[in-house]
């Protein structure tokens, strides 16, 4: 960036500059003003940025003392327009803050009804900010497709002559959708700092208060506000909190949420996307919005933000470790390849929490142990060794993960059961059963399917075996397999009865119209519920027998697993090298079929 070269200089020199005709050339900038002295002065470069409350007519100060100025685009129109840019971005600026809170009315102001449905937008400026903290497409990775649609976007902001001359109209309205930690925020930010405009933004949730009509008197608000500081990008988070459908209440309807999102769609359909102002928002669940708002006109460009594959993970790695001091030994890739499943954002506290394991081990770069280390703590939730389990549950665990872990040695699909844990972390996860892939795996073949189902099941089932009963600490693993029994049946055509039919919609035609399952007969509906439930039967049964046949094996590597709390490394292997398979395995993976 070249400006980022020039030198800051108080505005009361500017001023002074100016007076005694030493500036040859200013740029008025919305939101500073740069200039160059004359020649015999050096021609040097210097910026300054206006006080905040200042109210000096620059131009008219300029062409006083005949100083030649102009302005980075004349799309805005007039020099009076631009003045009042300038004086409008002085408010905004506080020294050197580009983070303003503003009407932030809480509770309080809320009883008065005046300021009540001034909106709560954040804005940030990256024209105002250093171009160091500036965030641009190059701090989003692994996101690649993502990128390249949201660039014609930047384009649209940077140079909206280039696309109102030919006539063509912008979207309106860009909605990102994904899972949460995947970048979307970031992704907008990014937007904004790449076309160098202003970014408000907003979480839906905040629009809706206790106070019927504050949301949309907000929402009003905030478009004004943008509509002023054209082009800009507003963003909107979690815009399901207020774009729910507006049917799917069965408590009857929410007044309040209905005319916040009406008069959202209202001040959607009020600008001319041509006049600079581009809304983005962001979502995880594109499935309950209102189909009005994805009209055309509204946020009629969807954007997928997906959890990043191996590739991607590298390249997110590498923009976090980039600014933390790493080790020699400290292998990117690796991480990568035993990280799958991470969004970005696991990525970005992983390398954190590996920076931290270093310091504290008074290390002067992070090392491939404490990277190691982190991966398990995000995994899991941060490290508790300070929960005591009774003997029984801890028994229970112990039990259920070898359970896990034998029958995922037997299975194929080329992943390795590389570490048990009892040690509790965090919330939710008593102890885990780590299966390193060798690969990201986009296709799962039948028998692998088979495999992971039983795998799935392999907790609960040693519990069967062990203990006659079962914990509740299976349901999530029952939540899994049963979700993977069912894309089976209705999205890989996996059964020989029901044949290649996907009776369940594509992501992209699902964001089309919400409903997942294509129309179908009761025949065929209770066909796949029966198909379901035989393959999750199938995998249970055959868990049990792999489990009762390696029965000895199970009580002694779970009684080690009890002394050392981790099982791991060769002796894991060794360990697992001794399980057998039932002599029908081979034919329940072929087929499906129990014999
Ligand atoms: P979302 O809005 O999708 O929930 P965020 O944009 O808030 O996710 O991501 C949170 C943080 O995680 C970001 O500030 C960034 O540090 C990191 N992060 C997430 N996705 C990425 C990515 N694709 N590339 C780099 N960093 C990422
Ligand atoms: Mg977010
Ligand atoms: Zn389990």
Redesign the pocket.
Known sequence: MKTATITREAYSTFVEQVSSQKVLHATLKPYRIEYRLKPELGAKRFYTVKPAGNTDDIPAMLQEHQVEFSTPSDDSGTAAGLVGALLGAGALLGAAAWFTREGAGGMGSAMGGVTAGKTKARTYNPAASKAKTRITFA?????DEAKQELKEVVDFLQDGDKYRKIGAKMPKGVL?V??????????AKAVAGEANVPFLSMAASEFVELYVGVGASRVRDLFNKAKRQAPCIVFI?ELDAIGKSRGANPHGANDEREQTLNQLLTEMDGFDGNQGVILIA?TNRPEILDPALKRAGRFDRQVL?DR?DKS?RL??LK??SSSVQMGKDVNLKAIAAQTSGF???D??NLINEAALLAARNNREAVMMTDVKEAIERVIAGLEKRSRILSPTERKTVAYHEVGHAIVGSLMPGGSQVSKISIVPRGRGALGYTMQTPEDDRFLLLEDELRGQLATLLGGRSAEEVVFGKVSSGASDDIQKATDLAERAVTQYGMSPDLGPIAFEKTQSQFLENGSTRRSMGGEVAAEIDRLVKQSIHHAHEMAIAVLKLNHELLDSMAQKLLADDVLEGEQLKDMLAKAQAPVNAQIWLATGQMV
């Open positions: 701090d989003v990775a692994g996101v990102l994904g899972p949460p930690g995947t970048g979307k925020t970031l992704l988070d962001a933000v990043p991607g390249e997110i923009v976090h969004a970005g954002a990525l970005a």
